[in-house]
């Protein structure tokens, strides 16, 4: 069965710098996709990024990449020079073939932005 | 615009009443979830359907039901709540099976907060 990990409950980070969010999974289907969403305060869940299994290099979108390492099965998010409103919960979600591709959810990392 | 919809968007039961939670979709999507949002545990899949007047379970199903007689709506119904049931509700909908990128069109709802007293 597909597995999302996040392992890191909160993050603090001051503006301007870059910040790395952690996400590993587990899957045994050869092919699979993989999504970051934002949810602020507000509570809406904001897709940031997408990386496919076979997608060749790194998505990027903007200030936010991707730093997927197929062989160690993780895909971690990488937001660059990092602002207040970046603030929020980041979930780590992939497809579950199994569940009409329904998205599974790791438990999300809190990111904190201080100036 | 364009989107999902839920109703309502807040809302206080007491323990043993029942409710209807809608969701409602434009994007002529085919498959509709809902989820459940708790402190600490991310989002959890209560029920999902592939199709009009199709539902499965999914990992968190017990003490509700669901409904899909038409595509573009999405019925979460509790019985019998209980405080356990104390979330926040998010119905999300998408495409069918797509090949490539991030096409399913994943597309979420504001979210309904739910209170069992």
């Known amino acids: 069965a597909q597995k999302i990990t996040q392992t890191q409950p909160g993050m603090f980070v001051q503006e301007k710098e870059a910040v790395t969010l952690d996400c590993t999974y587990d899957t045994s289907d050869p092919s699979y996709g993989l999504f970051w969403y934002k949810q602020p305060s507000s509570g809406e869940m904001i897709f940031l990024i997408y990386?496919?299994?076979?997608?060749?290099q790194n998505a990027t979108e903007g200030r936010y990449s991707l730093n997927f390492q197929k062989a160690r099965k993780s895909a971690n998010l990488v937001i660059s020079a990092s602002q207040l409103g970046d603030s929020a919960m980041y979930f780590c979600a992939m497809r579950d073939p199994l569940a009409g591709t329904a998205l599974i959810f790791g438990k999300g990392t809190t990111l904190s932005v201080s100036s | 615009n364009a989107g999902v919809t839920q109703t309502p968007k807040f809302r206080v039961l007491k323990t043993g009443q029942s409710m209807t939670l809608l969701c409602a979709q434009d994007?002529?999507?085919?498959?509709m979830y809902w989820y459940r949002q708790d402190p600490g545990m991310g989002l959890r899949l209560i029920h999902y359907s592939v199709g009009e007047g199709t539902t499965a379970k999914g990992e968190v199903p017990d003490g509700y039901n669901v409904s899909r007689l038409k595509k573009q709506n999405f019925l979460l119904g509790l019985e019998s709540a209980a405080p356990s049931q104390t979330s926040v509700y998010f119905c999300a909908s998408s495409y069918g099976t797509r090949t490539g990128a991030a096409d399913y069109g994943y597309t979420f709802g504001s979210g309904t907060r739910l209170t069992v007293v």
């Open positions: 990386q496919g299994s076979y997608d060749q």
């Open positions: 994007m002529n999507h085919e498959y």
